[in-house]
T-cell receptor
Framework: QKEVEQDPGPLSVPEGAIVSLNCTYSNSAFQYFMWYRQYSRKGPELLMYTYSSGNKEDGRFTAQVDKSSKYISLFIRDSQPSDSATYLC???????????FGTGTRLKVLA | DGGITQSPKYLFRKEGQNVTLSCEQNLNHDAMYWYRQDPGQGLRLIYYSQIVNDFQKGDIAEGYSVSREKKESFPLTVTSAQKNPTAFYLCASMLAGQEGKLFFGSGTQLSVL
C-alpha cells in the first residue's frame, strides 16, 4: 500500500462548478499537508499548506484535513478554465525534511 | 526576483555520458531537494540537503550524485549508471523551520538520444 493515495483522474467539470480533490494516507505521523498545482511541463506551485487538522481558506481554495480518517481535501469554488492542471497533494511529519507526494489528479475545467 | 532557477530547460544525454543539471536559489533557503517525475508516478525523492556540505540519499539515489558546496546551489549529476534517466527533474527548496512551505523550480526535461 502506498503511503499516499490520490485518484489520477482525469476529472472534467463545467466552468463555475465546485471541484473536490482528495488524498488518503496511511502514516498517522503526518502533520504537514500541502496542495500543489502543476501545469504541463512546469514546476509545481504551492497553493495551500495546513498544519495538523482543520480547514484553511484562501480565495476560491479551501483545504481540509481530517486526521482521524487520514483524508485531506482541496475544494475549488467557481472553477475556471485556467484551473485546468494537475493537482498534487504532499505531506510530511515534524522532524523530517522528507515529503511524500501523491501521483496527482488531472483536472479539466470546460468553458 | 527571488526564486529557484533550473537550467537547462531541456537536456539530451548520449549513452555512457554523465550530465549535470543546475539548481540555484536566491531565497536564502537552507534545505534543497531533487525530485524525479515520471508520468503516473508522482514525485520521487533523489537526494536532499539540509545544510551546506551535507546531503542524504532519497528513495531513488542510485545512478545520481550531488554536491552542496554553496547554500544557494545544489547541482545534480545523472551518471552513466542511471539506465533509465528520461524524466522531468525538479529542484525544490525550503527555509528551515518552515515545514510545509516547499517551493519548486521550473524543471529540466532530460531525454536520452
Amino acid at each position: 500500500q502506498k503511503e499516499v493515495e490520490q485518484d489520477p483522474g482525469p476529472l472534467s467539470v463545467p466552468e463555475g462548478a465546485i471541484v473536490s480533490l482528495n488524498c488518503t494516507y496511511s502514516n498517522s505521523a503526518f502533520q504537514y499537508f500541502m496542495w500543489y498545482r502543476q501545469y504541463s511541463r512546469k514546476g509545481p506551485e504551492l497553493l495551500m499548506y495546513t498544519y495538523s487538522s482543520g480547514n484553511k481558506e484562501d480565495g476560491r481554495f479551501t483545504a481540509q484535513v481530517d486526521k482521524s480518517s487520514k483524508y485531506i481535501s482541496l475544494f475549488i469554488r467557481d472553477s475556471q478554465p485556467s484551473d485546468s492542471a494537475t493537482y498534487l497533494c504532499a505531506m510530511s511529519h515534524s522532524g523530517t525534511y522528507k515529503y511524500i507526494f501523491g501521483t496527482g489528479t488531472r483536472l479539466k475545467v470546460l468553458a | 526576483d527571488g526564486g529557484i532557477t533550473q537550467s537547462p530547460k531541456y537536456l539530451f544525454r548520449k549513452e555512457g555520458q554523465n550530465v549535470t543539471l543546475s539548481c540555484e536559489q536566491n531565497l536564502n533557503h537552507d534545505a534543497m531537494y531533487w525530485y524525479r517525475q515520471d508520468p503516473g508516478q508522482g514525485l520521487r525523492l533523489i537526494y536532499y540537503s539540509q545544510i551546506v556540505n551535507d546531503f542524504q540519499k532519497g528513495d531513488i539515489a542510485e545512478g545520481y550524485s550531488v554536491s552542496r558546496e554553496k547554500k544557494e546551489s545544489f547541482p545534480l549529476t545523472v551518471t552513466s549508471a542511471q539506465k533509465n534517466p528520461t524524466a522531468f527533474y525538479l529542484c525544490a527548496s525550503m527555509l528551515a523551520g518552515q515545514e510545509g512551505k516547499l517551493f519548486f523550480g521550473s524543471g529540466t526535461q532530460l531525454s536520452v538520444l
